[in-house]
């Protein structure tokens, strides 16, 4: 028999009951289940999941290689920096020494601007010039009998008497004998006449040895060149032999004198072809002087310039030694 709706409608009303009962039996279940769970057993569960996912993790994470360190493609860094990085620790480094750049050169160019291109700023040290010998030798010894011996000294001084020829010294000018040659405003310095031909027996045209065949040397002395010098008095040369008799000697020019109208001198720029002056001594040397060394001292004299620093041997004056053999 067919049941009527009514009856149907009361029979799923009391299995709903049956069902939310048993539901809420199952939840009254549940509620005691975690009441009678330990705290400890809760932390050994939050332990073992952590263990788990980082587990996990670990097997989804790739491997690193040392490669990474130079270029890492999962974050794009190179050399452990990204472009990014790169881009502005270098414009960093570019502004920086731009900027020092900039400061050395603006303090170069300051410093610039207080120097003179034909004087130095300072030379009080040396205000007293001294003197040199060619050929440039402080013992000179040598057999006069084997030119090999002494070609070396006799190359030296064809060196240095090149500038002095009488045909490049004839371009030069005739300066008033005995007076400065000043110019501080002539914008092209005139530079004045020392033929080598006034060297005479020791310029090297007469005899090619320059004395050294016959073992009687020719000694070249100049005095080094100092900007702005004036020298005051009649300055010349004057030559000793420290021995107990006196040596021989021939000067040329035969006054031994270092004219004033070389003087002042205007430095290597502006007097370019300027040429010092020269004084030439022959040592005539005997046959008793053969075989034994010569000590001979050379000072600058007639002067104010010193020659007598006991601190420096070389200041306006020279010593050197001299030994031919036979």
């Given at each position: ?118 004087v130095p700023r300072y030379q009080d040290r040396v205000a007293n010039p001294g003197l040199v010998i ?193």
């Amino acid at each position: 028999m067919s049941s009527s709706p009514q009856e149907q409608n009361r029979e799923q009303k009391e299995e709903q009951k049956e069902e939310h009962k048993e539901e809420q039996k199952g939840d009254v279940k549940e509620e005691e289940v975690k009441k009678d769970v330990k705290p400890e057993d809760k932390q050994n569960q939050n332990e073992e999941r952590k263990t788990e996912k980082w587990e996990e993790n670990k097997k989804e994470e790739p491997k690193e290689s040392w490669k990474d360190c130079i270029y890492n493609p999962r974050t794009g860094e190179f050399m452990g920096r990204t472009a990014s990085s790169w881009g502005l620790i270098l414009l960093f480094y570019l502004v920086f020494y731009g900027f020092l750049a900039g400061m050395f050169c603006l303090t170069m160019w300051v410093m610039l601007q207080t120097l003179d291109d034909n004087v130095p700023r300072y030379q009080d040290r040396v205000a007293n010039p001294g003197l040199v010998i060619r050929p440039h030798a402080a013992e000179i010894s040598f057999n006069r009998s084997d030119p090999t011996n002494y070609n070396q000294y006799v190359q030296n001084l064809q060196e240095l008497l090149q500038r002095y020829n009488d045909s490049i010294q004839e371009r030069n000018d005739l300066c008033m004998v005995g007076e400065y040659t000043e110019q501080d405003n002539e914008p092209i310095k005139k530079v004045c006449q020392f033929k080598r031909s006034m060297l005479r027996q020791c310029s090297g045209l007469h005899d090619s040895s320059f004395g050294f065949a016959e073992g009687k040397p020719c000694i070249i002395i100049k005095m080094n060149r100092v900007i702005g010098l004036k020298p005051q008095g009649d300055p010349y040369i004057n030559c000793t032999a420290k021995r107990a008799s006196p040596l021989r000697m021939q000067y040329y020019p035969s006054e031994a004198r270092l004219d004033k109208m070389f003087f002042p001198y205007y430095g290597n720029k502006a007097h370019a072809d300027y040429v010092q002056p020269l004084v030439a001594v022959q040592l005539l040397l005997s046959r008793e002087d053969l075989n034994v060394e010569q000590t001979v001292e050379c000072k600058l004299e007639g002067t104010n310039l010193r020659n007598d620093d006991d601190r420096d041997k070389f200041m306006g004056r020279v010593v050197f030694r001299v030994k031919v053999s036979e």
